[in-house]
């Protein structure tokens, strides 16, 4: 199977990071949104990565619905819990933390156009969705190891690969002192394997 990715994706770094803890081989094609779009579009008529393009010829995008893939594919390290309330309270974390990143990725794109065409209230908006999100993150984790039930989840790769996306795209927004939990939590989870080996090279250590 084939990874079409943009290597600082915190979508595609959640699929090579669920790829790494299955222990699933496959093949990376680095494609970037902007300069590889004709590629891109061939596979996912959104224009976005990640994509997953299997061996049968098959396509599967959008990150969740790859990692729900994978998770099918594999027993070695489930990723989806089996039982529905802990399956959907994963599901559930991991969607946030996706909009987060959604929001984390408009404001880095409104902040490229040119200074005068920028609406400071757009960023302002997704900017506030960000703090929603990290404090909702924050009191949903209190004093648990993992976000979901008692084991390590989707849940928990999508959070990591959210703060880490915030560190390197955000770093002024300093959330690791805001946020306690998520502070030291990202500090114990962070030390995965699968976690340090797909790390941007920005970003060579979790504090
Ligand atoms: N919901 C999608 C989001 C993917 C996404 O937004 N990817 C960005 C890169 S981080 C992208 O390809 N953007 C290009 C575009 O929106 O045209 C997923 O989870 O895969």
Known sequence: MKLITALHSPFGRKIRIVLAEKKID?????????EDDALIQSYNPLGKVPVLALDDGRVIYDSSVIAEHLDYLSPVCKLFPSDQRPMISAKR???????ICDAAVAVVM???????????????????????????????????????????????????????????RLPQLQWATHYP???????????????????PVEMTSVA
């Not at 496959?26 to 902007?34: H, S, T, W």
């Open 26 to 34: 496959f093949e990376l094609i680095i494609a970037k949104p902007g």
């Open 110 to 168: 409104e902040q490229r156009r040119p200074s005068a065409l920028q609406s400071q209230d757009a960023i302002n908006r997704q900017h506030d969705k960000i703090i929603r999100g990290l404090a909702a993150l924050e009191s949903q984790l209190e004093e648990k190891r993992w976000f979901s039930g008692d084991a390590y989840s989707i849940a928990d790769i999508g959070v990591i690969c959210m703060l880490e996306y915030l560190d390197l």
């Open 93 to 99: 974390t991991a969607a946030l933390a996706d909009g």
């Open 181 to 199: 939990a998520l502070q030291q939590y990202h500090q114990r989870v962070g030390e995965r394997a699968a976690i340090i080996e797909t790390r």
